[in-house]
C-alpha cells in the first residue's frame, strides 16, 4: 500500500516510544540530519536573524544616547563595536547555517554553538550597563533599566528555537534585576514596576508562542500515526472492495497496482511494474490527454480487452506533487463496472423501444421525427408523420380482455412493419396509438398510396386463440416542413388531421390542410375554457386505492383529475393536460390539484397517504417546493403523507434545475416517485441523485408478464436496481389475480390496478379510508 510521506515518518519518529514528544529544545542537533523541525528552526533562526540584531543594536545605541553626556566615550565606544561586531558576525553564522545546514544533506548545528553565540551576545550587551548603573544619575537609571526590559523582549526572534530563547530571556531577566537592585534606591518604584512589567509581558508572550508553536508540531506528529491507520483502511478496501488502486511515475510508469487489477489484465505484476499505464489499458487517448495535462480527473470510463472478454472500468487519480512543488506521477483508484454498464445498456434500449409491440417508443419517436425534420430543411426533401389511431379496439379490451388486446397490438405492429419496409420508421406511441415517420417524402402519391395500404392491411382480420378480431385504423398526415417547422408542431398537425379522419366515420387518412384551421380555433376555446374552469368548478379529483402486496390493506390513493365542461362534457385528462401544458396554464391548474389533495388528506386517518401526480411544467417552477411546503401547512398535513408522480420526461432539457427542484421537494420530507419506469428516458444517472423514493413499473409490463418471460426480467432488474437504491416498487395496472401474485413474488411493494378498485369519489375514498382507520382501532 502506499507509505506515509517521509515528513510524516520523520515527525512520528520524534516521539519516545511510551508516546512522549521530544522536547522542542532537542531538535537541533539532532543526530537525524533530516529532521524537518530542525531545518524549520534554522531557516526561521536565519529570517529572525536581521531583526534580533538590530534590536540590540538599536538598543545599545539608544543607552549611547542616553547616557552620553555623562559616561566616557573610552567606556561607550568599545562597547558600542563589540555589539555591533558580535551581532552582525551571528546574523552572518545564522544565514548560511539555514542553506548550508538545511535538508537531507546538511551539517548539523550543535545546540552548544545555539545557545554559546546567545549567551556570548547577552554577557556582551549586559556588561557595560552593569558596570555604569551605580555610577549613573537616576534619570540614567530609569533610562538603561528601560531599555535592559525592552531589549529582552528581542527573544521573539529565537521562537523556533526555545532554548535560546529561554536562556536570552533569562539573562536580561537577571540582569534587570541586578539594576534595580542596585538603583533601589534612587528609582521611584512606579518606574521599576513598568520595567519589570515590561520583560514579564515579554517572557509570557514568548513562552506562550512557544508552547503554542510546541502542540502544532506535536499534531503534524499525530498526523503520521492517523497516516498508518489509512494505510490499513487501504488494504482493507483492496482485500474487501470491488475497487482497486494504482499509482505511476511521472513518465506514466505502473510503480504500484493492485493485485485485483493484475488479476484482471492477466498479468503478472512483474510485466506491469515500471510499463506504461495508458498502453497496458489498451492505449486509451483520453487517459493519456488527462495524463498529460498533470491535474486530477474522476470517473474516466474505458473499454479494457481481457481474457474473460470485453470489460468496463473506471478510473479517477490525482496528481502526487512533493512539497517543493514537482510533479512526481499519479495515483488514484479503479473500479470494473461492466455489470452497471450492462444494466445502463438494457435500461436505455428500454427508453427508446415499446416493451409490448417492440417498435421505438413516443420518445424515440419524437428523436426520429427530428432527425427527418432537420435532413428535410437541409435536403429539401419533405418528410412526414403519420398518426395511426385504432378504431375499434376498445371493444376488443373489454369483450376479450387486455391479453388478446396485447396480442392484437403486436399482430398491428407486425403488419405495418411489413408495409412501411424501408421506407420509414414504425413506433408506438402508447395504447391503441401508432407513428410512422417517413423521412422521404418528396412524392405524396407514395404517401397516399402506403396510407391506402395500410388502411387495407390493418382491416385484414386477426386470428387471436382461433378467435377471428376485426378493427381498422384512422390516419393523419402532416409535412415537414411545409405544415410544421418543429416536431411539436408537426405532431401538432398530424394530430389534428387524425382527429378530422376519426369524425370522417374512420377507417381513412386526411392530411393536414388549411381546412383544418377550424381545429385549431376549437384549441383555442378550449384552451379559454381551461382558464376559467377553475374558478367555475369544474375540475374535481376522484381517488385510486393503493394496496400493500403484503398484506392487502389499503396504505392510499392516487388522486386523479377530471374535468366536466358543461358543454363538451367529462374531458379526458390527456385532451386537456397537453393544452394546459401548452398554454402556460399548468402550473395554475396544478396548484389546484397540490390544494385538493391536501384538503382530502387532512381530513383522512394516518397513515393514508396521496399521491399526485406533477407535469414537466410544473416541475419547471422553481416555486413549485414553496407551493407545497404552504399547501401542507395550510392543511397541517405531515409531508411524508404526501408523494409526488414525476415522468422520466422532466429530465428532458434543463435536468439540473429539475434536478434542484426534486431535491428540494424532497428537503420538505415529502416523496418523490419516478412513474412509468422504463417507458420513456430511464437513465440510472438520475435514479442516483438520492431525489426518489419509489419506483412505479408501467402497467404495459405487468400485463406481459403472463405470456412474456422477457417481462419478468425486466420486472425483476427493476425491482433489484429499486431495492439497491433503498427505493420502494409500485406495480401499475394489476387487474387479475395473477398479475397481482406475480407482481407480489417479484418483490413489488405496493400494488394499483383494477383488481383493488377503481378511480372512486371524495365521499366513497373517505368511507373506505375512515372504514379501515375504525378496523385498526377495533384490532387494537
Known amino acids: 500500500m502506499y507509505e506515509a510521506p517521509d515528513r510524516y515518518k520523520r515527525l512520528t519518529a520524534a516521539r519516545l516510544p511510551g508516546g512522549e514528544s521530544l522536547g522542542l529544545t532537542n531538535q537541533v542537533g539532532d543526530d537525524d540530519g533530516s529532521s524537518p523541525l530542525r531545518d524549520i528552526q534554522l531557516m526561521s533562526r536565519g529570517q529572525l536573524a536581521v531583526f534580533f540584531s538590530a534590536a540590540n543594536i538599536v538598543s545599545m545605541l539608544c543607552v549611547c544616547a542616553a547616557v552620553w553626556p555623562d559616561v566616557s566615550s573610552l567606556y561607550l565606544a568599545p562597547w558600542a563595536a563589540a555589539v555591533i561586531g558580535a551581532n552582525l558576525l551571528a546574523t552572518k553564522f545564522a544565514q548560511t547555517q539555514a542553506i548550508t545546514h538545511v535538508g537531507r544533506s546538511g551539517r548539523n548545528v550543535p545546540a552548544l554553538q545555539m545557545t554559546g553565540d546567545v549567551v556570548v551576545r547577552a554577557i556582551i550587551w549586559l556588561s557595560l550597563p552593569l558596570y555604569l548603573f551605580p ?46 537592585f542596585l538603583g533601589r534606591a534612587s528609582i521611584p518604584f512606579q518606574h521599576m514596576l513598568g520595567a519589570l512589567f515590561t520583560l514579564g509581558l515579554a517572557v509570557f508572550g514568548v513562552l506562550s508562542i512557544a508552547r503554542w508553536a510546541f502542540e502544532q508540531l506535536k499534531t503534524n506528529a499525530d498526523i503520521g500515526s492517523q497516516s498508518e491507520s489509512a494505510s490499513l483502511l487501504l488494504q482493507e478496501y483492496e482485500q474487501r472492495g470491488v475497487g482497486w488502486l494504482w499509482q505511476i511515475d511521472a513518465d506514466n510508469r505502473v510503480n504500484y497496482i493492485s493485485s485485483r487489477m493484475t488479476a484482471l489484465l492477466n498479468r503478472p505484476s512483474a510485466q506491469i511494474l515500471g510499463h506504461s499505464l495508458p498502453s497496458l489499458l489498451g492505449g486509451h487517448a483520453e487517459l493519456g490527454r488527462v495524463l498529460l495535462h498533470k491535474q486530477a480527473f474522476t470517473s474516466l470510463e474505458m473499454e479494457l480487452g481481457t481474457a474473460r472478454g470485453t470489460r468496463w472500468i473506471s478510473i479517477a487519480g490525482d496528481p502526487i506533487i512533493d512539497t517543493a512543488g514537482r510533479f512526481e506521477g499519479f495515483r488514484g483508484v479503479g473500479s470494473d463496472i461492466t455489470e452497471v454498464r450492462q444494466t445502463q445498456e438494457r435500461l436505455t434500449h428500454l427508453a427508446n423501444v415499446d416493451v409490448l409491440s417492440g417498435l421505438p417508443n413516443r420518445g424515440r419517436v419524437r428523436q426520429l421525427l427530428g432527425e427527418a425534420l432537420r435532413g428535410a430543411v437541409s435536403g429539401n426533401v419533405p418528410c412526414a408523420i403519420m398518426f395511426l389511431d385504432l378504431d375499434g379496439f376498445k371493444p376488443v379490451n373489454d369483450t376479450y380482455g387486455h391479453p388478446k388486446g396485447d396480442a392484437v397490438l403486436q399482430a398491428v405492429a407486425k403488419r405495418l412493419c411489413d408495409e412501411v419496409a424501408g421506407d420509414g420508421h414504425v413506433g408506438r406511441m402508447g395504447g391503441d396509438e401508432f407513428a410512422i415517420v417517413i423521412p422521404d417524402a418528396q412524392s405524396r402519391r407514395k404517401i397516399e398510396g402506403l396510407a391506402d395500404r395500410i388502411i387495407r392491411s390493418i382491416a385484414q382480420p386477426y386470428m387471436i386463440d382461433q378467435t377471428e378480431i376485426m378493427i381498422g385504423v384512422s390516419i393523419g398526415c402532416a409535412f415537414g416542413p411545409i405544415d410544421g417547422a418543429t416536431v411539436d408542431d408537426l405532431i401538432l398537425k398530424a394530430d389534428l388531421a387524425l382527429y378530422e379522419a376519426k369524425g370522417a366515420g374512420r377507417g381513412v387518412a386526411k392530411y393536414f390542410s388549411s381546412e383544418l384551421q377550424s381545429e385549431l380555433e376549437d384549441r383555442v376555446r378550449l384552451e379559454s375554457d381551461l382558464r376559467q374552469a377553475i374558478a367555475l368548478g369544474q375540475f374535481h379529483l376522484l381517488f385510486q386505492p393503493l394496496i400493500a402486496a403484503k398484506n392487502q390493506k389499503l396504505v392510499g390513493f392516487e388522486a386523479l383529475i377530471r374535468w366536466n365542461h358543461p358543454q363538451r362534457g367529462l374531458v379526458p385528462p390527456f385532451v386537456f393536460i397537453p393544452v394546459a401544458e401548452e398554454s402556460g396554464l399548468m402550473p395554475t391548474i396544478g396548484e389546484w390539484v397540490i390544494e385538493e389533495a391536501c384538503r382530502a388528506i387532512a381530513t383522512w386517518p394516518e397513515p393514508i397517504t396521496i399521491a399526485i401526480n406533477i407535469s414537466p411544467k410544473q416541475m419547471a417552477q422553481p ?113 387479475t389475480a395473477q398479475d397481482f401474485e406475480r407482481m407480489r413474488d417479484l418483490g413489488c411493494d405496493i400494488i394499483q390496478g383494477y383488481l383493488f378498485g377503481r378511480p372512486l369519489s371524495y365521499e366513497r375514498a373517505s368511507e373506505l379510508a375512515h372504514g379501515l382507520s375504525a378496523k385498526q382501532r377495533r384490532a387494537g
Not at 533610562?143 to 521573539?156: E, F, H, P, Q, Y
Not at 526572534?157 to 532554548?163: A, K, Q
Not at 412474456?708 to 437504491?725: C, D, G, H, T, Y
Request: hydrophobic content about 50%; glycine content about 8%; charged content about 15%.
Open 135 to 180: 555610577s549613573l544619575s537616576p534619570s540614567d537609571q530609569i533610562v538603561v533599566a528601560s531599555l535592559t526590559a525592552a531589549v529582552g523582549t528581542a527573544a521573539v526572534g529565537l521562537i523556533m528555537i526555545p532554548t535560546c530563547a529561554t536562556v536570552w530571556l533569562s539573562a536580561f531577566v537577571a540582569g534587570l534585576t541586578v539594576e534595580l
Open 623 to 735: 416555486a413549485l417546493p414553496n407551493l407545497v411546503s404552504q399547501a401542507l401547512a395550510r392543511h397541517k398535513v405531515q409531508a411524508n403523507r404526501l408523494e409526488l408522480e414525476v415522468t422520466e420526461g422532466v429530465f428532458i432539457g434543463d435536468s439540473g434545475a429539475t434536478i434542484d427542484v426534486l431535491k428540494r421537494l424532497r428537503s420538505l420530507g415529502v416523496g418523490i416517485a419516478l412513474d412509468d419506469f422504463g417507458t420513456g428516458y430511464s437513465s440510472i444517472g438520475y435514479l442516483n441523485k438520492a431525489v426518489f423514493h419509489k419506483l412505479k413499473i408501467d402497467g404495459s409490463f405487468v400485463r406481459e408478464a403472463g405470456t412474456r418471460p422477457e417481462n419478468v426480467a425486466i420486472i425483476q432488474s427493476i425491482v433489484q436496481l429499486a431495492k439497491s437504491f433503498r427505493m420502494s416498487v409500485t406495480a401499475e395496472g394489476v387487474e
